[in-house]
């Protein structure tokens, strides 16, 4: 008999099984794939700051976290579908790391990726507008390069303005000769 009633408390759970997987999902649920997370810039250093902005969310606060960052970034927004804030990627960490989105009260898993790398990107050829430092020094010889006249220019210079000076003397005594 006990064996009986464990077949029948088996059979029973497999239909309650077959008939909740064909249930449709509560109208209040979330859809895991309206929601989308991005991180600026797209890699970051360890130690940087990265901007985090979620679309899809109803709400106008959440949060946002990952293995990668130092702490969850706390979002928010202004009655949109669009949350932001900022974050530090922690510190010894590379690879690449999901994002897990918390908003309107569910957590949304692998959602976003944001990408850690060694090395802090530098810029391959910065513009000359000053920066106040913000640029890497460039070796000494390359400096000399583009530093201006050197002293090959400045021989030059003076052999054309001692042409030009005997030119004028020439001229003027010329025109002093009486005729």
Known sequence: MCIRLLAVRSAGAAVLAAVLAGTPAPAGAHDQDQVEARVTPASAAPGARVE????????????????????????????GRTLSGTTRVR?????????????????HQGVGTVRVTTA??????????????????????????????????????????????????????????PE
Do not use: M, N, W
Not at 54 to 77: I, N, Y
Not at 91 to 107: F, R, W
């Open 52 to 79: 985090v902005r979620v679309t899809g969310c109803a709400g106008s606060t959440g949060a946002a976290g990952s293995g990668a960052f130092a702490k969850d970034a706390e979002l928010t927004g202004q009655g």
């Open 91 to 107: 510190e010894g960490v590379t690879s690449t790391y999901e994002i897990t989105v918390t908003c309107d009260g569910h957590p």
């Open 120 to 177: 802090r990107p530098t810029p391959t050829a910065p513009v000359r507008a000053g920066g106040g430092g913000a640029v890497p020094l460039t070796p000494t010889a390359a400096v000399a390069d583009e530093a201006g006249p050197g002293t090959r220019h400045a021989v030059v210079g003076l052999v054309l303005a001692g042409a030009a000076a005997v030119a004028v003397a020439l001229r003027s005594v010329r025109r002093r000769r």
